[in-house]
């Protein structure tokens, strides 16, 4: 069996030297969350920034949504690689920091290409549902005792074919160790296992940032 390779601080800085740069208002919001103390763990990793904007730029998406948006970082990166026509629709909870990410959207003049629904999410999809809104590629990475949730409601309003990309799903790895057992390491231990035999995608994980899972709508 071939052998992973383990990244390492020194590897993955050599990786994102050699990736896709940065635009400057996405260096802006690394910085701004910098700022934040621990909460700064909550963005998307810089490799995740470069996946996002890759896999956007092939699929090309024309409309995107986003449950968990923080202070802006993966929407700008998916609103930056979409095509012109198409639009990003962003939900978070939290009104202090999606007024800070509407600012940054605002500086990277892309603010006309996204929607940001300051409510909890549970309560917008289900409204985006009754408006009978459909979507072609889906972001989750909002509070993890949902995760499921927002798979399910997700499904409902997404185009056969169309992708789901959940972050967080190895947890710092914890999920793949049985001598882990705190609640959110056993939510997304759930969560993985839900999609693992969930027949309406086919799925996999992989491991960029704090791991990724990808599944295709049949
Ligand atoms: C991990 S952060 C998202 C990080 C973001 N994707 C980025 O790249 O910076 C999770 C976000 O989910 C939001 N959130 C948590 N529970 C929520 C809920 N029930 N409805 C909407 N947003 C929620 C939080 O306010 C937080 O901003």
Redesign the pocket.
């Known amino acids: 069996m071939g052998s992973n390779l383990k990244l390492n601080d020194q590897i993955e800085q050599y990786i994102n030297s050699h990736s896709i740069k940065l635009h400057p208002v996405q260096y802006e919001i690394i910085k701004y969350n910098e700022t934040l103390g621990e909460i700064k763990k ?3 990793s810089i490799s995740q920034c470069h996946f996002l904007h890759f896999i956007v730029k092939i699929i090309k998406p024309k409309n995107i949504l986003e449950i ?7 929407a700008l990166t998916m609103s930056l690689a979409m095509d012109k026509n198409s639009k990003l629709t962003a ?4 009104e202090e ?1 999606s007024n800070v990410a509407m600012s940054f959207f605002k500086k990277a003049k892309i603010d006309n290409k996204i929607n940001l629904h300051v409510n ?3 309560v917008t999809l289900e409204e985006l549902h009754n408006q009978k809104k459909k979507f072609d590629f889906i972001f989750i ?3 993890k005792e ?1 995760y499921i949730n927002y798979f399910n409601n997700s499904l409902n309003i997404l185009d056969n074919n169309g992708i789901i990309v959940v972050d967080n799903v190895l947890w710092y790895g914890d999920v793949a160790d049985q001598n882990k057992n705190d609640r959110l390491t056993i939510k997304i231990r759930e969560f993985n296992k839900f999609i693992k035999d969930d027949n309406r995608v086919e799925s996999l994980i992989l491991p960029i940032g704090d791991g990724l899972f990808i599944c295709r709508k049949k």
């Open positions: 909550m963005q998307i968990g948006t923080f202070t802006g970082l993966s939900l978070d909870k939290n920091t909890n999410a549970i990475d909002a509070d949902n």
